[in-house]
């Protein structure tokens, strides 16, 4: 039996073997996204682009931290957008994933 736990765990196979996610766990999961853990990555990412990158790599790099930091920071106004989004695309990926799981198993 699936739980709540094992759903923002790895949402794809919690769906696929049986927990029935409402939209609010939907939600839940892109707003756990916010975190200390995320937050110490993306510092970790600035402190990166000023100590380790030579120009080369800079521009490619200066877009990614950028886009990384404008997703934050807008993620607290529009994380119920992603959990809709999630809510109708991730039961089909998960018929898909189980599918694939059993094909695997059956081939070996």
């Known amino acids: 039996m699936m739980n709540f736990k094992d759903f923002i765990d790895n949402p794809t196979n919690a769906v696929a ?3 029935e996610a409402w939209l609010i766990d939907y939600w839940a999961l ?3 996204i916010i ?3 995320s937050c110490g990555k993306l510092l970790v990412m600035w402190r ?3 100590t380790d990158f030579s120009l080369v790599e800079l521009p490619l790099e200066f877009c990614k931290v950028i886009l ?3 997703l934050f920071i ?3 106004l529009t994380f119920w957008i992603f959990g809709t989004i999630s809510y109708f695309t991730l039961p089909k990926a998960a018929i898909r994933y189980k599918a694939n799981i059993n ?3 059956r081939d070996l």
């Open 17 to 19: 073997y049986g927990y």
């Open 30 to 32: 892109w707003a756990g």
């Open 35 to 37: 975190s200390f853990k």
């Open 48 to 50: 990166d682009f000023f």
């Open 68 to 70: 990384c930091t404008l």
């Open 74 to 76: 807008s993620l607290p």
């Open 103 to 105: 094909r695997a198993k």
